[in-house]
């Protein structure tokens, strides 16, 4: 079992940047590939980026591509999303999720999820 918890959500302006963490406990983090979703009302969880458990592979939605940037730190268990040039179409849920198999950005693929945290971005 591998339990999520995300962090550093909040309300900015277009144009600036934020950070969300995603820390994790239990199970044995460094043989899962982690990546983040963001999810709006009433539409399906949208992929956003994805790191491979050495953190040496990434791949980012075209929306994100050039603006946002995945990483990793194994030894303390945390995945962060550094969220630069913001805009209003950003604004979501946000989760982190653990995959076992490999890099997909099909959510149905993923193992564990955090609860979500809120990120909106005003124009």
């Known amino acids: 079992q591998v339990q999520l918890v995300e962090s550093g959500g909040g309300l900015v302006q277009a144009g600036e940047s934020l950070t969300l963490s995603c820390a994790a406990s239990?199970?044995?983090?460094?043989?899962?590939?982690m990546a983040w979703f963001r999810q709006i009302p009433e539409k399906e969880r949208e992929f956003v980026a994805v790191?491979?458990?050495?953190?040496?592979?990434?791949y980012y939605a075209d929306a994100v591509e050039g603006r946002f940037t995945i990483s990793r730190d194994n030894a303390k268990k945390v995945t962060d999303l550094q969220m630069n040039q913001l805009k209003p179409e950003d604004t979501a849920v946000y989760y982190c999720?653990?995959?076992?198999?490999?890099?997909?950005?099909?959510?149905?693929?993923?193992?564990?999820w955090g609860q979500g945290i809120q990120v909106t971005v005003s124009s």
């Open positions: 790191v491979s458990w050495s953190g040496r592979i990434t």
């Open positions: 999720a653990a995959d076992r198999e490999g890099l997909g950005e099909n959510p149905g693929n993923y193992d564990y």
């Open positions: 239990g199970g044995d983090f460094d043989r899962y590939s």
